[in-house]
């Protein structure tokens, strides 16, 4: 297919085409050759939607008549004032908001490829960004622009929002704009992965991958409708948060719901005040809203997805008998964009991720490659419409192998075809012989009235090869210590195995997470060396 970059950074550091996954479910999507995803997932709306809210927010709203002019607006400064072509490279920097999102479908519409960084992200990340991904332009809100001011190569091309700047840009600038005619295998998001390795790397995405995701996913196991309103927590930067709060609501011309601030405690009264319907967020959030859900009226939700990281059963639970709704499971990855294992209603399994969503395909294999027998651990593989392609990384040699996306899980599939989640594949614990999963040792823990959180890692041993240690964040009027300890273990050694009882217990005030809300173990285990 012909591109349309005439920047060719990106073609040029795609993997060798022997390296990619192979892609099952593809075709049967019926995309054309050329593809422009914020002609579809934006313009297709305003012919019977234009008046129809696209965005919700504290500081305005939009309909997606308005939101089009914006985009359209702002794709016009990128190129006319910036001199943006297509295929170079933009950071945008920001929270969830309305400029966020325009901006976000301006590079896209424009041919660009769009690179989004979390908010929290200081000037040394950034610098990583910025030269890994070569990045020529930059949008950001004006209060998040210190750190990338600091950061190096600065961008050529640099326009602010909240301040004034590229608000006056685009009063200059027409409402119309000639979308970039894009081959649907053109690069248009650069997604770097949230760092729970502790290495970041930049995932490479099509415009057609970001329709994929929607008419796979979304359509098929979250079953949209354009009267739905969408929020959640997790940022737009985060692959996760893209396609739950913006390219699915969008696909089906329903409403955004799009929140600065998304903790906990901001949720649950957004959820009530905008009547949200379906809410995106992660385990630990549920579990912390089931505590209050009854002090608020969202009773307007209908479905909740849970993504992240692994939910455990207690919470599963616990947000069930707060809200009689049971949370949708499902796991995905930065290298796949979005959720390719999660269940629909009526189909969900307490304690399961779920069954491939349809369109993918997934088996658990062996330490030899081989398909492993059903209930027995081993790493998940997985095909589908889309899949990893690393920006100019050994690692692609890692994550795909023989056509499969390795996900760096280990999985159990039971004989119905359910996958059960075991844990990370570097997080088991090998203690005495044993094979420990530190997620059903943290589940087990997470029973426990007085713990709030917490994180089961390996510590080395002489003796025991490793030891299960916890560390247990716990509620307001519980005392840590070494009767707390005790207690926690003689409460696991009652739940699971005797042998999976946690041999250390540590105490912190907090566990280490990513701005995505992602446990960092792998700082756990660095400081229990």
Not at 489 to 495: G, L, R, W, Y
């Amino acid at each position: 297919m012909i591109s349309a970059h005439l920047d060719p950074f990106t073609a040029e550091r795609l993997p060798p085409r022997g390296q990619w996954p192979e892609f099952h479910g593809l075709e049967a999507l019926g995309y054309p050759a050329r593809l422009n995803c914020a002609v579809e997932l934006l313009d297709g709306n305003l012919a019977t939607r234009a008046v129809h809210i696209a965005i919700l927010s504290p500081g305005e709203t939009l309909t997606y008549g308005q939101l089009a002019g914006r985009v359209n607006r702002i794709a016009n400064v990128l190129t006319r004032r910036m001199g943006l072509v297509p295929g170079n490279r933009v950071l945008l920097r920001g929270p969830n908001s309305p400029w966020m999102v325009a901006a976000y479908f301006a590079v896209l519409k424009a041919g660009g490829v769009v690179v989004a960084s979390m908010p929290l992200l200081r000037a040394k990340e950034l610098s990583q960004m910025l030269d890994r991904a070569a990045i020529t332009h930059a949008l950001c809100d004006a209060r998040l622009a210190g750190e990338l001011q600091m950061a190096a190569p600065a961008p050529a091309h640099l326009a602010l929002w909240g301040n004034g700047e590229l608000e006056s840009l685009c009063a200059a600038e027409p409402e119309e704009f000639a979308a970039c005619d894009t081959a649907a295998d053109d690069v248009c998001l650069l997604g770097f992965t949230s760092g729970t390795t502790g290495v970041p790397k930049a995932t490479m995405h099509f415009h057609r991958d970001m329709l994929a995701i929607c008419d796979a996913y979304s359509a098929q196991v979250l079953a949209p409708g354009p009267d739905d309103i969408f929020i959640g927590s997790p940022p737009l930067a985060f692959t996760f948060g893209l396609g739950g709060l913006v390219l699915f609501p969008f696909r089906v011309g329903a409403t955004a719901t799009l929140l600065e601030r998304a903790s906990p405690d901001d949720l649950l009264p957004a959820i009530q005040q905008y009547r949200a319907t379906i809410c995106f967020t992660a385990p630990t959030a549920y579990r912390a809203m089931a505590a209050k859900a009854s002090q608020f009226d969202i009773s307007s939700l209908r479905k909740c997805v849970s993504a992240g990281e692994t939910l455990p059963l207690p919470i599963f639970q616990a947000w069930h008998d707060a809200t009689g709704l049971e949370l949708m499971d499902g796991i995905g990855a930065t290298e796949l964009l979005h959720i390719f294992i999660g269940a629909p209603a009526g189909k969900i399994r307490p304690g399961a991720t779920g069954i491939p969503v349809p369109g993918y395909i997934a088996c658990v294999l062996d330490e030899n490659g081989q398909e492993a027998p059903r209930g027995t651990p081993g790493r998940l593989a997985v095909k589908g419409p889309t899949g990893c392609r690393y920006l100019d990384d050994t690692r692609q040699l890692i994550y795909v192998q023989n056509g499969w996306n390795i996900t760096g899980d280990t999985y159990v599939q039971d004989a119905d075809g359910y996958f059960w989640y075991q844990a990370r594949s570097d997080d088991m614990i090998i203690s005495s012989g044993y094979n420990i999963a530190g997620p059903e040792v943290e589940a087990a823990l997470l029973a426990h009235p007085a713990v709030r959180e917490c994180a089961v890692v390996g510590t080395p041993d002489p003796e025991r090869g490793m030891l299960v240690t916890a560390h247990v964040v716990l509620h307001e009027g519980h005392a840590p210590g070494p009767e707390m300890a005790k207690t926690l273990q003689d409460f696991v050694k009652a739940t699971v195995a005797p042998y999976k009882y946690p041999r250390l217990v540590h105490f912190p005030e907090q566990l280490p997470r990513t701005e995505t809300g992602k446990l960092q173990r792998f700082v756990l285990r660095h400081e229990n060396r």
